[in-house]
């Protein structure tokens, strides 16, 4: 277990000072996600905003509402672009002497994945800042409900950029693969416009997402004041999700190690 | 102009787009505009209920917000397709190492760009017509066409188009990265040139900025083509502006280039 | 030691025939290779036409399974237990890639021995040592990217010696590095043979380095094994016959006539031959002292008078032209 953790850091302290040394990389984790926000604001001033459907929502907090959505998402996309950054180790050759190791796969990919939490942590902060800068009124804060909903979001993070950290480290087109699962992430997991309005279909397709939960939890106890016992539905759904990440992500690993060794060929699909 | 160099270009790019063509990059081109039409669509009816901000139509000259998003997200579509293409070309002859050779030829630059804009030009066409099919589902009505005023704003939507990649072509020859600089003037494009509300309620700043990209004057155009609402005046006031914005990036994009792509292979060496 | 017996590889390969249906095919990358590689060895793995090396490699380092055959490693049953072997090998690549280019060389090392779950107090230690071995120790706290080639090379040098394993596999160890650093590299090679006593398997392309290095060498061809042995074992085998080079003052078509005759007499089917002002003389029996004697008879004066020993590269390439030409394995 000892060895486990050890991986796992040294992976995570590897990946930040890897990629991240690229000051570059904070453009897209902030700017992108703020041009984004602004862009979403705007587009919502097209239309009469106190003639929402949604119970919770007034021209007051629209704006809040939407700085959470974008908090959610960048710090999910961080996650998605570091996993996107891991598979160039196939092609520079270092994933090979990962393999060449003993180390615990798992324990590799966990520790590629808590990297980018870091930065997203960071992401989350600044939204989270200007959140409290720009409109403390329209707050509606349940404190145990958010205590007990942020460890669990940063939990589906990190085991939503593992199980994508596993994807994309055996897949042949990761940049399909990445454009495929960024924008859908924005429209479907309800980071402009809430999910409880969705159309079924659509409703189905944001399931997928655990995004989708996350920031619903998040919304209800930030907005609504809502306590653990009008959430626990999201958050148990929460956990149902961490483990099946969980152990998607193991099964991934093991075919995959059992494919390579069989082919040579670390690429699955 | 050199005639042979700009049908070279064409034949040649022509022939690696039919061997390898990018489907996943026009794939993922689509699915960016149905996911902002479809954004616009959940908002409208679902999200609003179809209740508008009454100064909408003012500003606007419109009613149907989503013939608005739709052709907003057409246009945005073409601009980056083609600026995508356009500006990655010499970059991607920097990394695959052909810019040397390419820069030992003795040709006009000129016909190369022009060539390679011609090509994207035809093949984006037809994905935007796939796009617009697309729209047709969720709403897009045409309430006014005028297919010479079309042309006009077609044409200069090119040229304008074209100074940007050229531009953008800079910036990524300079930084040598592809990734951060075109998603970050995509995300500004997509915020401050009017693609799915009107530029008007932005702040100053945020609309000073827009008016110095062509795309926001482009879709002014397309947007009167198809749905209406601009007098005649006013059209040829926004052509006119749209033909001086692009005539400056065009003109100081080229020897801009020119200049960086001494210091790119410079720095090659180094 | 590492032994491992009948080692074969098939690949199955679908290939797309059109859309829907794709065909499976077998491609056998290794058919039948047995080797031993002991500690304190340098072994040569040398390939004729691309033959299966980097494959044999491969499944040596646990990467790939094999189809077929037996692995032992120090006793254990490596293909069973992958994980225990893991720990006592490691593999240095040549060419620049492979390590971290943003990181120093010394959180490269840490990095790496992390993932060997090294203890820190010891992992210290050891990358100190490594780094002071391959002369790295006042760049430690530089970026990678900012190294020469053959400082890179180096830093792999000692990532794979990270886990001080007992078995070393080089592959194209030298690929791209000039003159001076490869020389270095061969000393510090021979160094952990001769002195640290580990276990290296080599494989290059450069033949003059595994006859400068290897103890032992492996000739693959086509998957198989076509020849193993000492590189002398190898030259016997493939020049069969003794080449001497002999020369006089005054050296003439005469001479040479004279020379044959004598020659003749005492191996019938000795040749020589007249090249460039010298005597080319090729036997099967030993015939230097007979050359000399000659000499002496006729009173010449010797300018040069010397035994030919064939190069590995002369007796690979002669091997290599046998195998084309009889489409067949010589052995």
């Keep these: 277990m000892k060895y486990f953790f050890k991986v796992m850091l040294a992976e995570s302290w590897k990946q930040h000072r890897n990629y991240f040394s690229n000051k570059l990389i904070y453009v897209s984790l902030f700017?992108?996600?703020?041009?984004?926000?602004?862009?979403?604001?705007?587009?919502?001033?097209?239309?009469?905003?106190?003639?929402?459907?949604?119970?919770?929502?007034?021209?007051?907090?629209?704006?809040?509402?939407l700085l959470i959505g974008y908090m959610g998402m960048s710090f999910f996309r961080s996650v998605v672009q570091s996993a996107w950054h891991f598979s160039f180790e196939r092609q520079s050759g270092t994933l090979?002497?990962?393999y060449l190791s003993p180390a615990s796969r798992m324990a590799v990919i966990l520790g590629n994945a808590l990297s980018s939490v870091f930065e997203g942590s960071v992401a989350m902060a600044v939204f989270g800042a200007l959140i409290i800068l720009y409109n403390k009124e329209s707050l509606s804060i349940n404190v145990i409900g958010l205590v007990t909903v942020i460890p669990i979001f940063l939990c589906v993070a990190l085991l939503w950029g593992a199980f994508l950290n596993a994807c994309f480290l055996y897949s042949r087109d990761t940049d399909f693969l990445f454009t495929v699962l960024e924008e859908p992430?924005?429209?479907?997991?309800?980071?402009k416009v809430p999910v409880s309005i969705f159309p079924g279909w659509a409703r189905v397709i944001s399931c997928i997402f655990p995004l989708t939960y996350a920031l619903e939890a998040l919304r209800q106890v930030m907005l609504n004041s809502a306590d653990i016992s009008s959430v626990k539905n999201v958050v148990i759904i929460s956990l149902v999700i961490i483990l099946v990440l969980l152990s998607a992500t193991l099964i991934t690993i093991h075919i995959v190690e059992k494919h390579m060794r069989k082919t040579g060929n670390v690429i699955l699909f | 102009?050199?005639?042979?160099?700009?049908?070279?270009?064409?034949?040649?790019?022509?022939?690696?787009?039919?061997r390898a063509y990018p489907v996943d990059f026009m794939l993922g081109c689509i699915l960016t505009s149905f996911y902002t039409v479809f954004g616009a669509w959940m908002m409208y009816h679902y999200f609003f209920g179809k209740r508008l901000a009454t100064d909408f139509s003012n500003l606007t000259g419109t009613s149907d917000y989503m013939s608005y998003a739709i052709v907003g997200s057409l246009v945005y579509m073409f601009v980056v397709r083609t600026c995508l293409n356009v500006s990655r070309r010499l970059i991607t002859e920097l990394r695959e190492g052909t810019l040397e050779s390419l820069m030992l030829a003795p040709f006009k630059r000129t016909s190369y760009f022009v060539g390679n804009m011609i090509l994207q030009t035809i093949m984006t066409l037809g994905e935007t017509a796939i796009a617009m099919v697309i729209g047709v589902f969720f709403g897009l009505k045409i309430h006014d066409f005028c297919f010479w005023k079309f042309v006009i704003a077609l044409i200069l939507s090119i040229y304008g188009f074209f100074g940007l990649s050229l531009i953008l072509g800079c910036v990524m020859i300079y930084t040598r990265d592809t990734y951060i600089s075109q998603n970050t003037l995509f995300t500004a494009i997509f915020l401050v040139c009017g693609i799915t509300f009107p530029k008007e309620y932005l702040p100053g700043i945020l609309q000073f900025?827009?008016?110095i990209i062509p795309v926001t004057d482009c879709l002014t155009l397309m947007r009167a083509d198809f749905l209406g609402g601009l007098t005649n005046g006013r059209f040829i006031y926004i052509a006119m502006r749209i033909f001086l914005v692009g005539s400056v990036y065009v003109f100081t994009g080229f020897p801009l280039l020119k200049q960086l792509e001494k210091i790119a292979l410079e720095k090659m060496e180094g | 030691m590492i032994e491992v017996n009948g080692l074969k590889k098939i690949y199955e390969v679908k290939r797309r025939q059109n859309f829907f249906c794709s065909e499976k095919e077998k491609i056998e990358a290794v058919k039948d290779i047995s080797m031993k590689l002991e500690k304190g060895q340098i072994v040569g793995l040398l390939g004729i036409n691309g033959a299966g090396k980097t494959t044999t490699i491969k499944m040596l380092t646990t990467l790939i399974e094999p189809t077929a055959g037996t692995y032992s490693f120090d006793g254990i049953d490596a293909i069973a237990h992958p994980?225990?072997?893991?720990?006592?090998?490691?593999?240095?690549?040549?060419?620049?890639?492979?390590i971290y280019w943003k990181l120093t060389a010394y959180e490269?090392?840490?990095y790496y021995g992390q993932l060997y779950g090294i203890e820190n107090s010891l992992l210290k230690k050891r990358i100190e040592e490594l780094l002071?071995?391959?002369g790295l120790e006042e760049k430690a706290n530089l970026p990678v990217e900012t190294f020469s080639k053959g400082m890179k090379q180096r830093l792999q040098i000692a990532r794979g010696m990270i886990n001080d394993p007992k078995y070393i596999f080089l592959d194209e160890p030298t690929i791209g590095l000039d003159a001076i650093v490869t020389q270095e590299l061969h000393k510090e090679i021979i160094r952990l043979a001769k002195e640290e006593e580990k276990g290296i398997l080599l494989t290059s392309h450069y033949l003059s380095e595994v006859e400068e290095l290897c103890d032992y060498i492996y000739l693959v061809n086509a998957g198989e094994l076509v020849f193993e042995g000492t590189k002398k074992n190898l030259t016997d085998y493939v020049f069969s016959k003794n080449r001497y080079v002999f020369s006089v003052k005054g050296m003439d078509e005469a001479i040479i006539i004279k020379l044959r005759d004598h020659l003749r007499s005492i191996d019938l089917e000795s040749e020589v031959m007249h090249e460039n002002g010298n005597a080319v003389i090729t036997s099967k029996a030993e015939l230097s002292a007979n050359i000399a004697e000659f000499a002496v008879n006729e009173s010449l004066i010797i300018n040069e008078l010397h035994k030919l020993e064939p190069s590995l590269e002369q007796a690979v390439i002669k091997l290599s032209k046998n195998i084309e030409s009889k489409g067949v394995d010589i052995a």
């Design chain 1, 96 to 98: 090979e002497y990962i």
């Design chain 1, 31 to 65: 700017l992108w996600p703020f041009l984004s926000f602004m862009a979403s604001y705007y587009s919502y001033k097209v239309f009469d905003i106190e003639g929402s459907v949604v119970s919770y929502i007034s021209g007051g907090n629209i704006m809040v509402f």
């Design chain 3, 83 to 98: 994980d225990k072997v893991k720990r006592q090998i490691n593999m240095i690549a040549g060419g620049e890639r492979m």
């Design chain 3, 108 to 110: 490269n090392l840490w």
């Design chain 3, 132 to 134: 002071k071995i391959v």
């Design chain 1, 185 to 191: 992430m924005e429209i479907f997991s309800g980071v």
């Design chain 2, 209 to 211: 900025v827009g008016n």
């Design chain 2, 1 to 18: 102009m050199d005639l042979k160099v700009l049908r070279a270009t064409i034949k040649k790019e022509f022939q690696i787009r039919l």
